[in-house]
DNA sequence: GCCGTTTTCGGCCCGACTGTTTTCAGTCG
């Protein structure tokens, strides 16, 4: 699959045009067609050799001409003209802060400045006064912008994130003129990575919200403080921006700064089309610019002629239209989720007692939780050998005995091998009340060897889910190149249920994997992979990546209870 | 550069904060 690639061709050819000072509406084409082809789950390579690059979204006959001369010869003409003429490594300027197009530009052109050392000294000798636009004071941003770029690194985890947004909502809460609070952006999209946590309040008092939110023993640096809106630096790296309004604009700036962007650019389309004008300050009369509505999200949707859109769906990929004509899901919620199938025990490599981890499992009002130790190859994972098996089912034959109120269930996390079959034979297999495959050594395969192996393990009848299927791990690991439509197809034909690994560093598959498999009848598992109970809560990602991939609670394997979830696995 | 059930041309989201701009451009959300 070479969509990465062409995407990240379209992205690089928009940073380009930019700093050649072409209109922005243009190189937003170029964005937008590459964010279709980013987030496609067809294959780039065979549309263009069908000829039906233009049924994309935002892919017309310019760029689609581009796409296919660059899949066809393996390069562009036009993109090896324009690096002659501006330099593709001057792109690294872009990121950072406080440096945009024109700015690069200007660099580029007057001092010849192509990289970030060469502009770290331009600054230290101070020759950047001496430009159109700049001075001083922006020598020295630029030197602080470097710096910050170096030592943050770029997204967050979806828990950290969580984790430090809430305790900061905490803090807030303090103060008595907070009158509504609440996480916005992608940390409310509950998206798989965090650029930023963001950060709504409605209050009377902007000034002293401002001065409490910089006062943050956690605050490194202010980035700007102003009336509305703060920004600042965590001491581990983390931005925080804040917004504040009044009471009457909540609604409509808790929509605006949720976004994502380009659903927001959707929605204020869809105002203008109305007569309307969206802003965050609320709904307004085009014309007369009176008030109409902004209080609750949900007015301003309903006043626009939608139906309200839940936060994780806002990423313009089809909500808004399925929002107009009434056929947006009804997502699966936390509460529907009846019990954990992957959970690691001390009898392999997990930190916690089956005994404990059931009684933390019950605390959280499971119906059921599943054991799913490793089996006997993962040596360093201690893999249960064939006779320690029997004694862990044993044990917990006795614990369901004693323990009142939660259904252990014994199943095992089966490595799949290189030829796709499994670590244990058919004889063990079928003694588990559960079998969950996965591949956890022997990642480096080809797109058909690794898709073989897949599907291989899911042909054999004691499976029953296939755990964290592409292996990525967020940051580290890239995801195995996989023929995923093959995968999805096999697992209707044998009924094998795919994971949504819950791990915060996995979610995997992804949510745009669940939305195509849902399309294509698959059902799914939300497992928390938990190596110690501290990990069970983890659950509430995989529910988000779950919402996100558009799934309801029929898609999800434990929504069921006890019975039924039973009468399924056949055990 | 893309797009169209009002349009094949003329729109394309809208606003906050900062700096050197004496009236607003650039960058970012
Ligand atoms: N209307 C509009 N809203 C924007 C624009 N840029 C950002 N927003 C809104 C939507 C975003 O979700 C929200 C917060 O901006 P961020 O830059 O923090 O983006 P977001 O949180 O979505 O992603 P992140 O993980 O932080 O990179 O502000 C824009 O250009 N126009
Ligand atoms: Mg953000
Ligand atoms: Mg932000
Ligand atoms: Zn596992």
């Not at 970030?116 to 159109?132: F, H």
């Not at 710096?147 to 984790?163: C, D, I, P, S, V």
């Amino acid at each position: 699959m070479k969509n990465k690639e062409v995407a990240n061709l379209l992205y690089t050819i928009a940073d380009l045009l930019d700093i050649r000072g072409e209109i922005p509406f243009k190189t937003r084409a170029y964005r937008t067609a590459a964010q279709t082809i980013e987030n496609l789950d067809e294959d780039i390579e065979i549309l263009a050799k069908e000829g039906k690059l233009e049924t994309l979204p935002g892919v017309g006959k310019a760029i689609a001409k581009k796409i296919t001369e660059y899949i066809e010869t393996g390069s562009l003409t036009f993109f090896e003209k324009l690096k002659q003429e501006i330099p593709e490594g001057i792109i690294e300027l872009l990121e950072i802060p406080g440096l945009g197009p024109k700015k690069v530009a200007a660099l580029y052109n007057k001092l010849g400045i192509k990289t970030v050392e060469e502009l770290k000294k331009a600054c230290e000798e101070g020759k950047l006064r001496g430009l159109d636009g700049f001075g001083e004071i922006t020598e020295r941003n630029i030197l602080r912008g470097i710096q910050l770029k170096e030592k943050t690194q770029g997204r967050f985890l979806l828990n950290l994130a969580y984790e430090n947004g809430s305790r900061y909502v905490e803090y807030m809460k303090q103060l008595p003129y907070i009158n509504k609070i609440s996480i916005a952006g992608s940390l409310r999209r509950m998206k798989e990575t965090i650029g930023d946590i963001d950060i709504l309040v409605s209050s009377d008092k902007p000034e002293e919200v401002m001065n409490h939110f910089v006062a943050y023993p956690e605050v490194k640096q202010v980035l700007l403080k102003g009336r509305t809106k703060t920004s600042v630096i965590l001491e581990d790296g983390i931005q925080v921006d804040l917004r504040v309004v009044e009471e009457k604009s909540f609604g409509a700036a808790l929509q605006y700064f949720t976004g994502s962007k380009d659903h927001n650019i959707a929605l204020r389309g869809i105002a203008i089309k109305k007569g309307y004008k969206l802003s965050e300050y609320g709904l307004f009369e085009k014309d007369t610019d009176r008030y109409v509505t902004g209080e609750t999200e949900e007015e301003v949707y309903r006043t626009l002629g939608l139906s309200y859109i839940p936060p994780e769906l806002r990423e313009n990929r089809g909500e808004i239209e399925a929002s107009l004509n009434n056929s947006l899901p009804n997502l699966v919620t936390y509460e529907d989720i009846k019990g954990d199938l992957h959970v690691h025990s001390k009898w392999s490599d997990g930190l916690n007692t089956i005994e404990e981890i059931a009684i933390k499992a019950k605390e959280l009002g499971y119906e059921y939780i599943g054991i799913a130790d490793h089996s006997q190859s993962l040596k360093i994972a201690k893999g249960l050998s064939e006779e320690r098996i029997l004694s862990k089912i044993e044990e917990i034959k006795k614990l369901n005995g004693e323990i009142e109120g939660i259904h252990i269930l014994c199943g095992t996390e089966c490595d799949i091998k290189q030829d796709g079959t499994l670590d244990y034979p058919n004889a063990i297999l079928k003694k588990f009340d559960f079998v969950v495959a996965g591949i956890h050594m022997g990642f480096k395969m080809t797109r058909e060897e690794a898709t073989k192996r897949i599907t291989t393990a899911m042909d054999n009848e004691y499976v029953n889910i296939i755990a964290h299927p592409t292996c990525r791990l967020i940051g580290r690991r890239e995801p195995f190149d996989l023929d995923m439509d093959e995968i999805f197809e096999k697992a209707v034909e044998t009924n094998t249920y795919l994971e949504i690994n819950a791990f915060p560093d996995r979610l995997d598959l992804n949510d745009i994997y669940c939305k195509r498999g849902k399309e294509m009848g698959v059902k799914f598992v939300i497992n928390t992979d938990a190596h110690s109970i501290t990990h069970l809560p983890y659950m509430q990602y995989g529910v988000a990546t779950a919402r996100r991939g558009w799934l309801e609670k029929k898609d999800i394997l434990n929504t069921l209870p006890i019975n039924d979830l039973k009468k399924v696995i056949r055990c």
